[in-house]
């Protein structure tokens, strides 16, 4: 009798703690992307070894526990690698490092990670290129490509953020984010908000983002899937806050077109930069491709050429043109 009690029990224990590991999990996951090619910013272009021109490489972390009546606990942390040398990429988990709740009411995390405003960009450009970091026009004109560029791109991923996201309500669903000072005493916060709205293959949303004592920025972005191909665009816009800093206007649309196994994608961005001593704009267009080979394995190509220029003149260029694998895990 005493046997089988013992046994009981230690069926129960198993049972219990399977069922805990059940209710928790940790995933390690990552990205690997390298690629050769040639890029040309204005000294002449030379064959090179080029990272991330696709998409960024990383290493993760990312874990979740249930607590029971529907609440959950998480945390993640990321980080960037440098395929080229191997070195981590930025500072240790600077892609994203939070900790948080999610539940019935949404999702709550504090930490640092990518703002809201950042989720409106990114659906406006999630068929302009792939979305692609450096084959993507859209990269390179929202960003200073000559000395005397004044264009100038928005902060993704504060530090000390607080960031809430609604579930969602008839297709609609809001977030907002907040960053507690980023330089002590400089009062350099920054708030973002995002409204969006969802029904079958269309998607849009609004997003606002002010970063204290430099910029503000507005975005309206959409995409919408007709099968055959897809859509996204959008349109953009910086109030600078610094004297002589400017505004600009920035608009880009793109196109992806799914092929079985290949899939092809174009796109077009320009950002005009005014109200300074001298108008400034970028402007470019970019195409590309990728063949899957499984689930997690992609071969890629793409070119894209962007110029700025002032009063007529070209000031700024940046031609890239890539082939490379990217492999997630």
């Known amino acids: 009798m005493k046997h089988q009690l013992n046994i009981l029990v230690g069926a129960g224990l198993l049972a219990a703690s399977l069922a805990a590991s059940a209710q928790s999990s940790v995933t390690i ?28 490489s990383r290493l993760g972390f990312r874990g979740v526990e249930d607590l029971g009546g529907g609440l959950k606990a998480n945390f993640q942390l990321e ?16 892609r994203h490092s939070t900790v948080g709740l999610a539940g019935n009411f949404g999702q709550i ?21 792939f979305d692609a970091n450096l084959l993507s026009p859209s990269f390179t004109t929202a960003v200073a490509l000559g000395a005397t560029s004044k264009n100038a791109d928005y902060s993704s991923r504060p530090n000390s953020q607080l960031r809430y996201d609604s579930p969602k309500f008839g297709g609609f669903s809001a977030g ?39 910029n503000r920025y ?4 959409g995409a919408y899937n007709f099968g055959a191909f897809a859509v996204s665009a959008g ?25 079985g196994a290949v899939k092809l994608s174009a796109g077009y961005a320009t950002s005009k930069t005014k109200n300074v001593a001298q108008t400034s704009k970028s402007s470019g267009f ?7 080979l499984s689930k997690r394995t992609r071969l890629y190509a793409g070119y894209t050429k962007v110029d700025e220029k002032m009063a007529g003149k070209v000031t700024g260029k940046d031609n890239i043109f890539a082939v490379g694998v990217r492999h997630d895990f």
């Not at 349109?235 to 092929?259: F, K, W």
């Open 286 to 292: 970019g195409f590309g491709g990728t063949y899957t």
């Open 109 to 129: 995390r504090a930490g640092r990670m990518l703002t809201v405003y950042d989720d409106v960009r990114g659906l406006a450009n999630m068929h302009n290129v």
């Open 176 to 214: 907002v984010t907040y960053a507690f000072e980023q330089t002590a005493g400089k009062g350099d916060t920054v708030l973002a908000y995002r409204l969006g709205y969802q029904a079958g293959n269309l998607e849009v949303a609004l997003g606002h983002q002010n970063e204290k004592t430099k």
């Open 235 to 259: 349109y953009n816009v910086r109030d600078g806050a610094v004297a002589g800093s400017g505004d600009d206007n920035e608009y880009n649309i793109g196109v992806e077109v799914p092929l």
């Open 218 to 221: 507005t975005t309206l972005g």
């Open 29 to 56: 996951y990552g990205r690997a992307d390298m690629g050769v090619g040639t890029r040309d910013t204005g000294n002449g272009s030379d064959a090179q070894a080029i990272a991330n021109a696709f998409t960024t």
């Open 79 to 94: 980080q960037g690698l440098n395929l080229t040398t191997g070195a981590q990429r930025g500072t240790l988990f600077g």
